[in-house]
């Protein structure tokens, strides 16, 4: 497949019509995103718009299309549609993920997780006094996992919801997913498949050592905590949508 390139010349004649994009102030003048690849290319999209996000029109031009669902070669007549209105938008949800670290560099912070609708926006406070890193927020369209990392030994996890403690996760991991990230990671862990339609969020054991623990289905409002156990021997690693890394200590 062949596309074309503008060249300098073409570039320079409409250069007062080219701007830089700042993603922390101009996301609002955006109408839509044209994403050409595959999902890991529309989940990089996702990440740069961690307030309100525009509509994506996005053509599968990578190894895997499953949220790449226009075929590239009639974009023409796609386009034409979107642009006379004849394409219905369909909304997907978006997990709030929140590090948030304690004053004491002992590890003392926690991991919560919302969900949100994707056209919210995310509001972050930060105090004055405390650290920058005291609280760090993440948007996923498809999952958010606390995983071992590198290391040999296995996770100790604490699950609240709602500040209610539910159980505790020893194995290689959690995956906790949206419904559109039901049939990525979470499917191949082996939890069920959620319709993008349905207001909820997965939550999914990686290989636990348990013969009781099942991926399960909860309500989407409700707040996630995850916390590294006092008795871990290790520290935990957390990913967003397989980026953004970030270490997570004992009582994290």
């Known amino acids: 497949m062949h596309l074309p390139f ?17 993603h922390e102030n101009d996301f609002f003048k955006i109408d839509l995103i044209i994403c050409m690849g595959g999902d890991g290319t529309l989940l990089h999209v996702s990440s740069i718009f961690q307030k309100s996000c525009p509509p994506v029109l996005s053509f599968s031009m990578g190894s895997l299309g499953f949220l790449t669902p226009f075929d590239f070669k009639y974009h023409e007549k796609i ?6 209105g004849n394409v219905a938008v369909l909304l997907r949800t978006r997990l709030k993920c ?6 004491k560099r002992q590890s003392s912070s926690s991991a919560s997780l919302l969900s949100t609708s994707s056209d919210d926006t995310t ?18 369209l498809n999952e958010v996992v606390i995983d071992r990392g590198p290391n040999s030994y296995l996770s100790n996890l604490d699950l609240y919801i709602n500040d209610r ?7 290689d991991g959690l995956i906790v997913s949206t419904p559109s990230g039901s049939t990525a990671y979470a499917m191949a862990a082996g939890s069920s498949m959620v319709h993008p339609n349905v207001p909820a969020m997965v939550i999914c054991p990686i290989c636990p050592h ?4 099942r991926p399960i289905v ?17 520290t935990a690693w957390l990913s967003v ?5 970030h270490e997570l200590h004992r009582q994290d």
Do not use: M, W, Y
Not at 165 to 171: A, L, S
């Open 98 to 103: 929140s590090i948030v670290k304690g004053l």
């Open 165 to 171: 403690f539910i159980t505790k996760v020893q194995g």
């Open 79 to 84: 386009l034409n549609e979107v642009i006379a």
């Open 6 to 22: 503008a060249t300098d010349v073409e570039l320079k004649e409409h250069a007062e019509r080219c701007h830089a994009f700042d």
């Open 123 to 140: 509001n972050e406070e930060t105090n004055k006094n405390s650290n920058k890193d005291d609280k760090i927020s993440h948007l996923a």
């Open 241 to 245: 949508d397989g980026r953004n890394r």
């Open 218 to 234: 909860v309500p989407a409002g409700i707040e996630l905590k995850v916390k590294v156990s006092e008795d871990t021997r290790l």
């Open 210 to 213: 348990s013969l009781s623990f």
